[in-house]
């Protein structure tokens, strides 16, 4: 059966800490570079995300992602380096477009970001079960309608590719053709929309019935199935992550 999530089971002291602590990374490493907009911290923070991924051994599922978003990457290069508003020094000149240092610079900024900040959620995604990183958040007062539309979000795309495999292998074993040129694919694409919206709503329907077979707009105060497990020394690292945004901060504003 095709797990409903993007999560990957793996055995490393990535996935061993617990969903909170690493929510709380992901906020310090998201919102740090945006507070201390230099290259070398920004890059830094990027290449920390990756080794984190590396030791995690989920850098393969990052790769396709980061494909992806190359080309809006290579625009913003294109983009700023010819038309960024502070422009001055000339670094190079292609077919009469010039580029210059201050619009290179700047959206190496930016794609440095960009880039930090998928790592980092793609760490949390790829290394937490969708339902105990929810749990955590509700066990901390988040609303647990907030958490259910939080965790429906993070299992849409993988439920949506499993339904769409499923219509797919139907549609050829009825005789459709579904692979082949460009065009054979997207003629097959058409009559997959159809039953791939309706199977969602439908799948939508029956998810909100049995929950609400199971009690989940009672006024009454929630429990949780299992005790929640926190290894030895989250605490602190916690606490380390808080402080170092804190000196971030700090430093920000003294220079």
Do not use: C
């Not at 999530?5 to 906020?27: A, C, E, G, Q």
């Not at 709503?201 to 105060?221: C, D, P, Q, Y």
């Amino acid at each position: 059966m095709r797990s409903l999530s993007l999560y990957v089971k793996r055995n490393s002291l990535i996935h061993k800490i617990d969903p909170f602590t690493k929510i709380i990374y992901v906020f310090v490493s998201v919102i740090s570079p945006f507070i201390m907009p230099t290259l070398i911290f920004s890059a830094s923070l990027t290449l920390i995300n990756l080794m984190l991924l590396l030791l995690a051994k989920v850098v393969k599922r990052v790769i396709p992602i980061i494909s992806f978003v190359f080309i809006i990457i290579l625009t913003i290069f294109v983009i700023q380096g010819m038309f960024y508003g502070a422009n001055q020094t000339k670094l190079f000149t292609i077919f009469n477009l010039s580029f210059y240092v201050e619009g290179i610079l700047y959206a190496a900024k930016i794609s440095i970001r960009a880039i930090n900040v998928l790592l980092a959620f793609s760490l949390l995604i790829l290394t937490t079960p969708p339902a105990e990183m929810i749990e955590s958040l509700v066990r901390r007062g988040m609303p647990a309608k907030l958490g259910y539309i939080m965790h429906s979000v993070l299992q849409i795309i993988p439920m949506m590719s499993s339904n769409a495999s499923i219509i797919m292998d139907a549609q050829r074993a009825r005789g459709m053709e579904t692979e082949g040129s460009l065009w054979v694919r997207i003629k097959a694409f058409i009559p997959l929309i159809g039953p791939l919206v309706m199977s969602s709503l439908v799948n939508t329907h029956e998810r909100s019935i049995a929950l609400e077979v199971r009690g989940f707009s009672a006024a009454t105060k929630k429990t949780f199935l299992h005790q929640e497990e926190v290894p030895g020394g989250m605490k602190q690292l916690r606490i380390f992550l808080l402080l170092f945004l804190a000196a971030v901060l700090v430093w920000r504003l003294t220079l």
